[in-house]
């Protein structure tokens, strides 16, 4: 087996050949009359056609038989009918003349790019098969594509290298057209509804709208630290104080935070608020959201995630904080469980605990580790304790619960929402409440927003808001269970 220094070698002799030909292996312009997924849709009607054609592509196989040879092209990515993005061509001595069919076999490998010119026929085999009467290069490829890429035993590899990934595995390809028409699907369900798609600051002064830490920049010319986004929250709700009564954005969040099955330091999200709604609204709002989502990708209201049949047709259960942790932990009473009780639970269950963490805290590290996991088909987790979220409204009828709900399907949380305070002095209370959190050591607390306490002091409208975890809806829709299988270029550490 040669090594890859000589057959990059070999390639680049072969490169050279065609330069002392004066052939340029990396022309500018490339003539281009279909796609390759264009001839295979359309086969019957351009077969039809009797002045041949321009189309080009990456070589991925080739198969020679004396004074012909058979090679598959690939054309990339195109949403067809389909899906297929790739055609046989056959080159043959007599049609193209000895000399230009001596080059190619001197000088052409898989994984070039090549022009070509023919028309298309069918084999007798009655394979679509591109006749080429006329060929160029177009980009030669230096390195080798991999025989196997299924085959490898680093699995990170795959994600280092996704362009190789998504050449070698149809799979890896369809789930990112499938995660492009999920996008797409809620874009539209949105805008359907009448809400606004707005943009706010990815770099603010104050990374606030979640428990998160942050990652922290600097802005030479303005002499400042600023922090990539946690979320985009805080400036939706100033959008709400603004007059925009219904709003949404999709973007990307970042959090200093570990690494695993279902997170991501960069993420993609989808927040969206509506003036005169409450957590009640939501639930109607979210459930038909997510049949329509997976109806439209799937074709059906049901999706395989694993061994489990999540069925999206039923109204979502709901069950409060409370009793969950109660099922899940034999804790008989989470309600007036104290701090110390969660702190002894947590340590039997093997769950660390800090010493600046607090009750709900700690509470939330359960229920994350060992309740959520248990919950498979649509749930509601509602009534969460005050302390585990500064920004929601509590409820009417229990001042020490909040009107908040976490989706959570596949033992995944999809979507988090809550009925949005807007009590500037409950807010400040809650801030300065985080502010001491912060003091003992908590650095996924962000301190008092006083811009946006100025901002809620001019009124804020009742309002309901959500966001939607977008990786991990991918992620139960085409049944994948890591988080970078979804994502096209996740984070990792730099191999060198």
């Given at each position: 087996?040669?090594?890859?220094?000589?057959?990059?070698?070999?390639?680049?002799?072969?490169?050279?050949?065609?330069?002392?030909?004066?052939?340029?292996?990396?022309?500018?312009?490339?003539?281009?009359?279909?796609?390759?997924?264009?001839?295979?849709?359309?086969?019957?009607?351009?077969?039809?056609?009797?002045?041949?054609?321009?189309?080009?592509?990456?070589?991925?196989?080739?198969?020679?038989?004396?004074?012909?040879?058979?090679?598959?092209?690939?054309?990339?990515?195109?949403?067809?009918?389909?899906?297929?993005?790739?055609?046989?061509?056959?080159?043959?001595?007599?049609?193209?003349?000895?000399?230009?069919?001596?080059?190619?076999?001197?000088?052409?490998?898989?994984?070039?790019?090549?022009?070509?010119?023919?028309?298309?026929?069918?084999?007798?085999?009655?394979?679509?098969?591109?006749?080429?009467?006329?060929?160029?290069?177009?980009?030669?490829?230096?390195?080798?594509?991999?025989?196997?890429?299924?085959?490898?035993?680093?699995?990170?590899?795959?994600?280092?290298?996704?362009?190789?990934?998504?050449?070698?595995?149809?799979?890896?390809?369809?789930?990112?057209?499938?995660?492009?028409?999920?996008?797409?699907?809620?874009?539209?369900?949105?805008?359907?509804?009448?809400?606004?798609?707005?943009?706010?600051?990815?770099?603010?002064?104050?990374?606030?709208?979640?428990?998160?830490?942050?990652?922290?920049?600097?802005?030479?010319?303005?002499?400042?630290?600023?922090?990539?986004?946690?979320?985009?929250e805080l400036y939706l709700k100033k959008l709400l104080i603004g007059g925009f009564n219904k709003i949404y954005e999709i973007g990307r969040n970042f959090r200093n935070e570990g690494i695993d099955a279902t997170h991501n330091p960069e993420f993609t999200m989808v927040e969206l608020y509506e003036s005169y709604r409450d957590a009640e609204y939501l639930y109607g709002f979210i459930e038909k959201l997510m049949r329509h989502v997976a109806k439209s990708v799937t074709g059906k209201s049901e999706a395989l995630y694993g061994e489990e049949k999540i069925s999206f047709a039923k109204e979502f259960k709901r069950v409060s904080y409370s009793n969950v942790i109660k099922k899940f932990t034999l804790i008989s009473e989470p309600h007036k469980a104290s701090r110390d009780d969660f702190a002894l639970k947590a340590k039997q269950l093997g769950i660390k605990?800090?010493?600046?963490?607090?009750?709900?805290?700690?509470?939330?590290?359960?229920?994350?580790?060992?309740?959520?996991?248990?919950?498979?088909?649509?749930?509601?987790?509602?009534?969460?304790?005050?302390?585990?979220?500064?920004?929601?409204?509590?409820?009417?009828?229990?001042?020490?619960?909040?009107?908040?709900?976490?989706?959570?399907?596949?033992?995944?949380?999809?979507?988090?929402?809550?009925?949005?305070?807007?009590?500037?002095?409950?807010?400040?209370?809650?801030?300065?409440?985080?502010?001491?959190?912060?003091?003992?050591?908590?650095?996924?607390?962000?301190?008092?927003?006083?811009?946006?306490?100025?901002?809620?002091?001019?009124?804020?409208?009742?309002?309901?808001?959500?966001?939607?975890?977008?990786?991990?809806?991918?992620?139960?829709?085409?049944?994948?269970?890591?988080?970078?299988?979804?994502?096209?270029?996740?984070?990792?550490?730099?191999?060198?």
């Open positions: 087996m040669n090594s890859l220094e000589e057959i990059r070698n070999e390639k680049i002799r072969k490169m050279d050949i065609l330069r002392d030909k004066g052939i340029n292996p990396y022309p500018i312009s490339v003539s281009l009359d279909f796609e390759v997924a264009e001839l295979v849709d359309n086969f019957n009607k351009i077969s039809k056609r009797k002045k041949p054609f321009f189309a080009a592509g990456r070589i991925m196989a080739v198969r020679s038989h004396g004074g012909a040879v058979f090679f598959d092209i690939n054309g990339g990515s195109r949403s067809t009918s389909s899906g297929q993005a790739t055609i046989q061509a056959y080159i043959k001595k007599d049609e193209i003349g000895a000399e230009s069919f001596s080059l190619f076999n001197d000088t052409v490998d898989i994984g070039d790019f090549l022009e070509l010119e023919g028309v298309l026929f069918l084999t007798k085999k009655k394979e679509k098969t591109i006749k080429v009467f006329g060929w160029k290069m177009i980009s030669k490829s230096l390195l080798p594509l991999p025989e196997k890429w299924h085959g490898l035993q680093d699995i990170e590899e795959r994600f280092r290298k996704r362009y190789l990934d998504l050449l070698m595995n149809e799979d890896v390809k369809k789930r990112f057209v499938t995660r492009s028409k999920i996008i797409s699907e809620i874009r539209d369900f949105l805008n359907k509804e009448n809400y606004l798609e707005v943009e706010t600051p990815i770099l603010q002064h104050l990374a606030g709208g979640a428990l998160a830490e942050p990652f922290l920049t600097r802005h030479n010319a303005l002499d400042i630290d600023l922090y990539l986004r946690v979320a985009p605990v800090e010493d600046f963490e607090d009750r709900e805290k700690i509470m939330d590290n359960i229920f994350k580790k060992i309740c959520r996991p248990k919950i498979i088909q649509p749930t509601f987790i509602i009534d969460y304790p005050l302390g585990s979220s500064p920004l929601a409204k509590r409820k009417s009828d229990d001042q020490n619960l909040i009107d908040r709900f976490q989706l959570v399907i596949g033992g995944i949380e999809i979507s988090n929402g809550f009925s949005e305070l807007n009590d500037p002095i409950d807010q400040r209370q809650r801030f300065a409440q985080q502010d001491k959190m912060r003091a003992k050591g908590d650095k996924e607390v962000s301190p008092s927003d006083e811009d946006y306490l100025e901002a809620m002091e001019y009124g804020m409208p009742p309002a309901a808001g959500m966001g939607i975890g977008i990786d991990r809806l991918v992620m139960l829709l085409t049944n994948a269970h890591n988080i970078k299988e979804v994502i096209l270029f996740p984070t990792m550490r730099p191999k060198n």
